[in-house]
């Protein structure tokens, strides 16, 4: 199926360190969604953007919608260990379709 | 409910067998949708619901899966005759509509085809 482009695929970080990932796509995006998902669990929501150029944080997860509608980048500032784990971005088009992208797996090193 | 919950957790069958996937969605969330996950790959869309009508069933990779939903709750997907290749993970999501920009999930039916 139709999956977004997503990177870095993973990374392996130091705690304490800042981390960046996005998602690009040659299609424009109404909605953007940023997931985490743990070991054997769904994906669940972490920020939900719904305007180009918006930024809006979670703790200290920042996410923003691009300018372009076309992509949309994840920040996660002072890195812990719980933040293991896979993210993935979804881009909602039209009224129900769904693309996800491909996961960042992220590595936190004590 | 609470969450959207999905049954059963983990499922092994054998080739060939057919299986039910049970969804329950979040209590009032009328667009219901499933999603496959391969081991260390992507979600990848396999049909959503609009209340009971399935409007999009082009992610469903063969006849032999089918989806429904009755009284715009509770879904089921089947698989039959199952192969090797259905391994995965079932990943059912719910939202309050389609047009709610936010998706909801189960924790997942892990099949395993022997």
């Known amino acids: 199926g139709q999956q977004l482009n997503q990177s870095p695929q993973s990374m392996f970080i130091q705690e304490g360190e800042d981390v960046s990932m996005n998602c690009t796509s040659s299609s424009i995006f109404n909605t953007w969604l940023w997931y985490k998902q743990d070991p054997g669990e769904g994906p669940v929501l972490l920020i939900a953007?719904?305007?180009?150029?918006e930024l809006t944080s979670n703790g200290r997860l920042t996410a923003q919608f691009g300018i372009t509608r076309k992509d949309s980048f994840l920040n996660i500032s002072a890195s812990i260990p719980s933040d293991v784990g896979i993210y993935f971005c979804a881009g909602q088009r039209g009224t129900y379709k769904y693309i996800f992208g491909t996961g960042t797996r992220l590595k936190v090193l004590a | 409910g609470a969450g959207v919950s999905q049954s059963p957790s983990n499922k092994v069958t054998e080739k060939g067998k057919d299986v039910e996937l049970r969804c329950d969605p979040i209590?009032?969330?009328?667009?219901l949708y499933w999603y496959r996950q391969r081991l260390g790959q992507g979600l990848e869309f396999l049909i959503y619901f609009q209340g009971n009508s399935a409007p999009d069933k082009s992610g469903l990779p063969s006849d032999r899966f089918s989806a429904e939903r009755t009284g715009e709750s509770v879904s089921t997907l089947t698989i039959q005759r199952t192969q090797q290749e259905d391994s995965a993970v079932y990943l059912c999501?719910?939202?309050?509509?389609?047009?709610?920009?936010?998706?909801?999930f189960g924790e997942g039916s892990r099949l395993t085809v022997l």
């Open positions: 209590s009032g969330h009328t667009a």
């Open positions: 953007l719904y305007k180009a150029g």
């Open positions: 999501a719910s939202s309050l509509t389609v047009n709610t920009g936010e998706l909801f």
